[in-house]
């Protein structure tokens, strides 16, 4: 086996130097003559034979042509196609940073620790928040554990949720909600598209501990954010924003009136594949910084009153407070966190704004294309790069009239908005989506509604 | 001992062992990044978002790309890494990292894949999730499984609500969790987030599970034993059948923490041994890189009477003999994260189950014990072994001798890193005082088992005479101990501005061997 370093001597001469401490051990299976008899396994693992490099890449190359190749894709809804900058594979994939350990030895991974310090300060630039962490695994659970930071903080147990957010989100929010005895109460959305904000008001009771809220919300619209933090904070709830598309935040002004931002940074040069891994984080304002769960990292000196970095604040982690920790979160995302690292330092500061700008451009565009074909929906509100069409015909059977124009559709939305009716679906453009794409996808929904409704008539 | 003295203007190393922080090295209106031409009308964005807009984005870095690519290359070189020597981290696994995983999980068509795309554009992706799960359903003996969590305590979570999920469908999810002293803290964590509470359950003179008091405290109110085989003293709980006998016995159910799973691969099977749930963590056992702290990924693996509860959705062959995700399971927990969790990690692992195949899991299974117990021979004269028991995949050695002379494990596993090694886990299991918990994985040779062991040694020798040159180690690195009471006090944990940072020293490099 290649990845083993060992010669078959080599073997033979360790078990005989454990033999002369441990008489008795003179075999292999002495080592494991703890596992009692019953349950020793005599045969071979039913798994593949033993494979090749080349064997392993072609066996994944013939995955990989199972999947989508050469479609012009309008899917977003919480994942999206950005361009990734080849630096951050090139560093990344530097084996100092891809195969080292969590960095609990400062001394030997400062590396790390200092590229976290940057990562944590770029986020509270972008969220508006006084400090970040150091990651969560993803947006939705990011979200769930910004809930339960609220709760901790208020003492209240309830939880007011925009049925805006993702649906996914909400039901990772369900999920760890249902344990915690925190029953959610889900408010919906006016006709721009934006929570309402009335109902919203009458949704938050003297027991809410916050209100949750994306915005970007799903549909693409962004919130008031002021507006909402007013209605919230009126009744002594915290506001969380929830952000699944990072690169709004380049032209978007940043939630600075939520208490909390949880944010899925995937955007941030990191592949969609197949939904992970990703990157969560929560930002938030000072105040409550010991609340926060998860790794941060923190600036301090050495012995000799040198500049340096390390894990701080873990008396709030499970390692030392076990069942009285604020999460049970240990493994994060640090790897990917780097990559957003990276990619924000490729961007910077004027990259960003600009990146942010050619999404908005290209979603103008394709709302106005798909806009002569469909009627689109929400109008009122600002949007980032996606929205919602009313096509003429149901979403799922456009979008397999679609496939055969070398295109994904839009999300159909109806699995999660029954009341948007069947014919809804979500659609996004970002900076990779070409003119020459949208162009397409407006002129084959123009052949193939008319087909589509004869099949259905 | 003399100590050289560095003047403070003699620059003995590059700037690259000053590297600043990115902001540090910023100015305004250098770029490393050129949009592709816009090929739409631009657009106004005052105009379209109103009061919506963004006026500044404050201290974002402004550089080119070279200037990026040493920033952060030379960050790196202030890691240490699998890629550079030994992990001996007990309870960690850092094992090597094959580079084809990296390779493969960026293949076209995988790495680009959205979790939207049509089921019948997903099959590649489908299929590299069904042959992961057949697999790790035959490595572990289980029935079902669900490769949605995102790490190791994220699939202790998933696992403790199939377990309520359980309970609840047979009228009362009772109340608590027993849990040994020797276990890892996300485990406690973990119920407590299942809303359950936690009963410590004592470990007997062997560190073992001590069945008395197991029989004692497991009652119709315990949902469920969370325990770690091997233990973290790397012992196989070779009573495991009555364990779990007299637990199912209540009605509670065994749950297995995976995290040692290293040590039985290709050897024994804890679904043959009676665990009910378990979870794995692909970022040990199955090689995915740990990255500085993840991504991990973390499956949920149990048997047929907890299916029904598996987190939503649930992967299926359909009667065309297509792969597709179902969501219709009207008793499950939910979904623990959105889309289908940490892909990218099961490409990783299934390709190092590939390169393995039955033959090269269970050599590397028996690699991972033989190492471990050629240190425990070869150190146990050095270190006291405050457990005798035969051990699997790791050992661990308590700093008593050592001790006695005022030095104690974390200095040792500081003085490690002057040797060029990373410590071992310090003051874990808590079980042990003085805990120096050893795992070599099967990736480490003879011959770094061997350097790994004379550093002990002679640590050990040092410790006797002269205690001084461990308690302040380490002398080699960039910097010394940090000061970590101070970040605690009062953290700093964003950059404010030159103002408000402690400026760079010149590296004087006045160390001492």
């Given at each position: 086996m290649r990845y083993l370093p060992k010669s078959p001597q080599d073997r033979v001469e360790m078990l005989a130097a454990i033999n002369e401490v441990t008489p008795g051990v003179d075999s292999i299976d002495a080592l494991f003559s703890t596992i009692p008899a019953e349950f020793q396994l005599r045969r071979d693992l039913a798994v593949p034979r033993q494979h090749s490099e080349s064997e392993i890449i072609d066996r994944f190359r013939a995955f990989a042509e199972n999947n989508a190749a050469g479609y012009a894709s309008f899917l977003g809804a919480g994942v999206y196609r950005h361009y990734k900058p080849v630096i951050i594979d090139s560093l990344v994939q530097r084996g100092e940073f891809l195969t080292s350990y969590t960095p609990y030895q400062p001394e030997i991974a400062q590396g790390t620790l200092q590229a976290m310090f940057e990562f944590q300060t770029m986020i509270c630039e972008l969220t508006g928040m006084e400090i970040a962490n150091a990651s969560m695994y993803d947006g939705s659970t990011g979200a769930a554990e910004a809930m339960m930071m609220a709760v901790r903080i208020t003492g209240r147990d309830r939880a007011v949720v925009a049925r805006t957010v993702h649906p996914e989100y909400r039901e990772v929010l369900a999920t760890y909600a249902q344990h915690q005895a925190i029953p959610i109460c889900e408010v919906g959305y006016a006709a721009n598209g934006r929570v309402d904000l009335a109902a919203l008001d009458a949704a938050i009771t003297p027991e809410t501990a916050c209100v949750l809220i994306q915005s970007p919300n799903f549909f693409g619209t962004i919130e008031d954010v002021a507006a909402i933090a007013e209605i919230a904070h009126a009744k002594g709830a915290l506001l969380i924003v929830s952000i699944a598309e990072a690169v709004s935040l380049g032209i978007v002004r940043p939630p600075t009136e939520a208490d909390i931002v949880s944010l899925e940074a995937q955007s941030f040069g990191v592949a969609m594949s197949y939904g992970g891994p990703y990157c969560g984080v929560i930002a938030c304002k000072e105040k409550i910084m010991r609340q926060m769960p998860g790794r941060l990292v923190g600036e301090t000196v050495d012995a000799d009153g040198k500049r340096g970095y390390v894990l701080t604040l873990s008396t709030r982690e499970q390692h030392i407070r076990r069942e009285k920790a604020t999460s049970n979160i240990c493994t994060n995302q640090a790897l990917v966190a780097m990559m957003a690292t990276i990619f924000l330092t490729v961007y910077g500061k004027q990259g960003l704004r600009e990146l942010a700008e050619h999404n908005l451009a290209k979603a103008d565009y394709l709302k106005n294309a798909l806009g002569a074909e469909a009627k689109v929906l929400f109008d009122g509100a600002p949007r980032f790069h996606e929205f919602v069409v009313d096509l003429p015909a149901s979403a799922e059977d456009t979008n397999t009239a679609l496939l055969e124009h070398k295109i994904i559709g839009g999300l159909p939305l109806a699995r999660w908005y029954p009341e948007l009716?069947?014919?809804?679906?979500?659609?996004?453009?970002?900076?990779?989506?070409?003119?020459?794409?949208?162009?397409?996808?407006?002129?084959?929904?123009?052949?193939?509604?008319?087909?589509?409704?004869?099949?259905?008539? | 001992m003399t100590k050289f003295q560095g003047s403070p203007k003699k620059a003995t190393t590059h700037v690259n062992q000053n590297e600043g922080l990115i902001f540090e090295k910023s100015s305004p209106g250098k770029k490393a990044y050129r949009l592709a031409e816009l090929d739409v009308p631009s657009v106004d964005a005052a105009e379209l978002l109103g009061s919506a807009v963004r006026s500044t984005l404050g201290v974002m870095p402004e550089l080119s790309e070279i200037e990026i690519i040493r920033h952060f290359t030379r960050l790196s070189t202030w890691n240490y890494a699998i890629d550079l020597g030994m992990y001996p981290l007990g309870s960690c696994t850092m094992k090597y990292n094959p580079r084809v995983n990296e390779v493969v999980s960026r293949l076209e068509g995988i790495a680009d894949a959205h979790p939207y795309q049509p089921e019948s554009l997903s099959q590649g992706c489908l299929g590299i999730m069904k042959l992961l799960q057949d697999c790790l359903l035959e490595i572990t003996g289980m029935d079902a499984?669900?490769?949605?969590?995102?790490?190791?305590?994220?699939?202790?979570?998933?696992?403790?609500?199939?377990?309520?999920?359980?309970?609840?469908?047979?009228?009362?999810?009772?109340?608590?969790?027993?849990?040994?002293?020797?276990?890892?803290?996300?485990?406690?964590?973990?119920?407590?987030?299942?809303?359950?509470?936690?009963?410590?359950?004592?470990?007997?003179?062997?560190?073992?599970?001590?069945?008395?008091?197991?029989?004692?405290?497991?009652?119709?109110?315990?949902?469920?034993?969370?325990?770690?085989?091997?233990?973290?003293?790397?012992?196989?709980?070779?009573?495991?059948?009555?364990?779990?006998?007299?637990?199912?016995?209540?009605?509670?159910?065994?749950?297995?923490?995976?995290?040692?799973?290293?040590?039985?691969?290709?050897?024994?099977?804890?679904?043959?041994?009676?665990?009910?749930?378990?979870?794995l963590n692909l970022?040990?056992?199955?090689?995915?890189?740990?990255?500085?702290?993840?991504?991990?990924?973390?499956?949920?693996?149990?048997?047929?009477?907890?299916?029904?509860?598996?987190?939503?959705?649930?992967?299926?062959?359909?009667?065309?003999?297509?792969?597709?995700?179902?969501?219709?399971?009207?008793?499950?927990?939910?979904?623990?994260?959105?889309?289908?969790?940490?892909?990218?990690?099961?490409?990783?692992?299934?390709?190092?189950?590939?390169?393995?195949?039955?033959?090269?899991?269970?050599?590397?299974?028996?690699?991972?014990?033989?190492?471990?117990?050629?240190?425990?021979?070869?150190?146990?004269?050095?270190?006291?072994?405050?457990?005798?028991?035969?051990?699997?995949?790791?050992?661990?050695?308590?700093?008593?001798?050592?001790?006695?002379?005022?030095?104690?494990?974390?200095?040792?596993?500081?003085?490690?890193?002057?040797?060029?090694?990373?410590?071992y886990t310090v003051s874990f299991p808590m079980i042990v005082h003085g805990a120096m918990m050893i795992e070599p994985t099967e990736s480490e040779s003879r011959e770094e088992l061997d350097l790994l062991i004379d550093a002990l040694r002679q640590i050990a020798r040092e410790a006797a005479e002269n205690p001084e040159l461990v308690q302040s180690a380490p002398h080699t690195t960039r910097i010394s101990r940090l000061d970590e009471t101070a970040a605690a006090r009062k953290p700093v944990l964003r950059w404010k501005g030159p103002a408000a940072s402690i400026p760079l020293t010149p590296d004087t490099a006045a160390k001492e061997w």
């Open positions: 009716g069947p014919n809804a679906s979500l659609w996004c453009a970002t900076e990779l989506t070409t003119r020459a794409q949208m162009d397409a996808a407006a002129a084959s929904l123009r052949a193939i509604v008319p087909a589509t409704e004869l099949t259905r008539a | 499984i669900t490769l949605q969590p995102a790490a190791g305590a994220h699939g202790e979570f998933t696992g403790i609500l199939l377990v309520r999920a359980y309970h609840e469908s047979k009228g009362n999810a009772r109340k608590k969790i027993l849990i040994p002293d020797s276990a890892h803290g996300t485990n406690p964590a973990t119920a407590a987030v299942c809303g359950y509470q936690v009963a410590n359950l004592k470990s007997n003179a062997q560190g073992m599970v001590d069945l008395a008091e197991l029989e004692r405290m497991v009652d119709e109110d315990t949902a469920a034993l969370m325990l770690t085989n091997p233990s973290t003293i790397g012992v196989f709980e070779s009573e495991i059948h009555r364990i779990a006998d007299i637990l199912h016995a209540k009605g509670a159910l065994l749950y297995m923490d995976g995290a040692n799973m290293n040590a039985l691969v290709g050897k024994t099977r804890p679904g043959d041994f009676g665990v009910d749930v378990m979870h970022h040990k056992t199955f090689s995915t890189p740990h990255g500085g702290g993840g991504p991990g990924s973390g499956p949920v693996a149990c048997k047929k009477i907890l299916e029904p509860f598996l987190p939503t959705p649930v992967l299926v062959t359909r009667a065309d003999a297509a792969l597709g995700l179902d969501f219709n399971r009207p008793q499950s927990v939910g979904r623990v994260r959105a889309f289908c969790g940490n892909f990218g990690m099961f490409v990783r692992a299934l390709a190092y189950i590939l390169a393995n195949g039955p033959d090269g899991l269970r050599q590397t299974t028996e690699d991972a014990v033989l190492n471990a117990n050629y240190i425990r021979a070869k150190l146990s004269g050095t270190f006291e072994l405050p457990f005798t028991t035969p051990t699997l995949h790791e050992v661990v050695f308590s700093d008593r001798l050592q001790a006695a002379n005022g030095v104690k494990t974390g200095d040792m596993g500081k003085r490690l890193i002057d040797y060029g090694f990373h410590s």
